[in-house]
């Protein structure tokens, strides 16, 4: 009987690795079949010309743009409140509410983001539809993630390396930054690479605060139009289902590339350390 148990146990654990995998599978190969066909050199180098033709290009920028932007924005606030978090806090109601909004944040939804920022960024410190604005907006929607994983690298950190480092005589702070960051980098720098996926996916808030102006843009303080809302943008207004598909490609090897540099990067730092 427990033999049994076991089985129909890995079955069905067995059965719905299979059926994550086969989704994967349908959904990017679908993506492939129907937008191969319009990727090419003059797609990716190309100006997006005003009668619908063109390439990517000034999108590609973009989502470089509001990428680096919104991670330089919301890197150092998110890893020092993960370090206050983790290292400094002591449990009361201060932590429990610091907790209760990272975990709402990470519920929201990214309209509700985007209606925040296009009033708040946008009207209110009036930096119009801008990339600093869409750059801004999304730095809160990837503050909970950058926070949860940061966490979790400090939490890795053997206890023995802290009491080694203080028995040693060596004070909290300098405890912190020499043995306890160290030691959680690779960690920290996955998750901050991985929520680029986050960045790069969004449509909604960056639609309502970055604009969607298909030009090159010439600073963060010019509106523009990232991939995603442009693939939003040729779904609705035009059906160009294919067009969008090209651009999903283009979407799937940039967080593809993305997720293979942070497990390089990661296990480097790893081997760094040891």
């Known amino acids: 009987m427990r033999k049994l148990k076991e089985n129909i146990l890995k079955f069905f654990i067995y059965s719905s690795a299979f059926f994550t995998v086969s989704i994967l599978f349908m959904i990017v190969s679908y993506i492939f079949i129907k937008g191969i066909g319009g ?11 005003a009668d619908g033709s063109g390439g990517i290009l000034p999108m590609i920028i973009t989502t470089l743009y509001m ?15 993960a370090i206050y978090l983790q290292e400094y806090a002591k449990k ?13 944040l990470a519920g929201i939804p990214s309209i509700i983001y985007g209606l925040f920022g ?33 966490e979790e690298a400090l939490k890795t950190v053997p206890t023995g390396y802290k009491e080694a480092s203080l028995a040693l005589g060596a004070t909290k702070f300098q405890t912190l930054y020499k043995v306890i960051l160290p030691s959680a980098i690779p960690g920290i720098l ?19 605060t970055a604009g969607t102006v298909a030009q090159m843009p010439e600073g963060i303080f010019s509106s523009a ?23 999903g490609i283009v979407l799937i090897v940039m967080v593809f ?7 390089v990067i990661a296990k480097r730092l790893n081997k760094a350390n040891y």
């Open 92 to 104: 009361g109601k201060l932590v429990n509410i610091i907790r209760f909004a990272t975990e709402s």
């Open 225 to 247: 139009r990232t991939l995603t809302v442009h693939a939003y943008l040729l779904t609705k207004e035009k059906g160009d289902i294919q067009g969008a598909a090209s651009l």
């Open 67 to 81: 990428v680096i932007l919104s991670l330089l924005i919301a890197t150092p606030i998110g890893v020092l409140s």
């Open 190 to 208: 996955s998750g901050i690479i991985l929520s680029v996926g986050r960045v790069i996916g969004e449509s909604a808030a960056v639609l309502l």
């Open 118 to 150: 296009g009033i708040f960024f946008v009207i209110t410190l009036q930096l119009e539809y801008s990339i600093l604005s869409g750059a801004l907006t999304v730095s809160i929607i990837i503050l909970p993630v950058i926070i949860r994983t940061t």
């Open 257 to 263: 590339l993305l997720n293979t540099l942070a497990k």
């Open 39 to 49: 990727i090419n050199l003059s797609y990716l180098t190309s100006d997006y010309l």
